[in-house]
C-alpha cells in the first residue's frame, strides 16, 4: 500500500461547529478509510495553514483520490491538499532512475 499525507483547513462554518460541539473526528475518518481498503496511520490537529494533517495507506491513487473528493465535496474543508508520499527506498530506487534516465536540461543559448 502507498502512503499519503492529507491536510485539511476547515471552512469557518464546520471550525464554528467544531467550537461550538468540540469532538475527536479519528474514528469517523478511520471508518471511510477503511471503507475505501486503507488504513489510518495517524491524525492530528494543527494550527497555521492547515487544521486536520492524516496520513494513511492507500491501495492505490483512486482510492486516495476517492477519500480526498469525499472530504471536499462534504463542504467541510475550504482546502483538502493530498500529497503522494515514497519511502525511502522508492525515493533511492527514483533518483537511481532519474540518474538513468537519460534527460537532457534546456540549453542556455
Same mark, same amino acid.
Given at each position: 500500500?502507498? !502512503?499519503?499525507?492529507?491536510?485539511? %483547513?476547515? !471552512? ?20 471511510? #478509510? ?20 492524516? #496520513? ?14 469525499? #472530504?471536499?465535496? %462534504?463542504?467541510?474543508?475550504?482546502? #483538502? ?29
Amino acid at each position: 500500500m502507498s !502512503s499519503y499525507l492529507i491536510q485539511v %483547513s476547515y !471552512s469557518v462554518e464546520a471550525l464554528a461547529s467544531l467550537i461550538k460541539n468540540p469532538q475527536n473526528r479519528t474514528e469517523a475518518v478511520r471508518k471511510s #478509510v477503511k471503507k475505501l481498503g486503507g488504513k489510518l496511520t495517524g491524525f492530528w490537529l494543527a494550527f497555521g495553514d492547515h487544521d486536520v494533517v492524516v #496520513v494513511v495507506e492507500m491501495p492505490d491513487n483512486v482510492s486516495a483520490a476517492a477519500l480526498a473528493m469525499a #472530504v471536499a465535496g %462534504s463542504g467541510t474543508g475550504k482546502s #483538502v491538499k493530498t500529497t503522494p508520499l515514497l519511502s525511502i527506498d522508492e525515493g533511492v530506487a527514483a533518483l537511481k532512475m532519474a540518474g538513468a534516465s537519460g534527460y537532457k536540461p534546456v540549453a542556455a543559448r
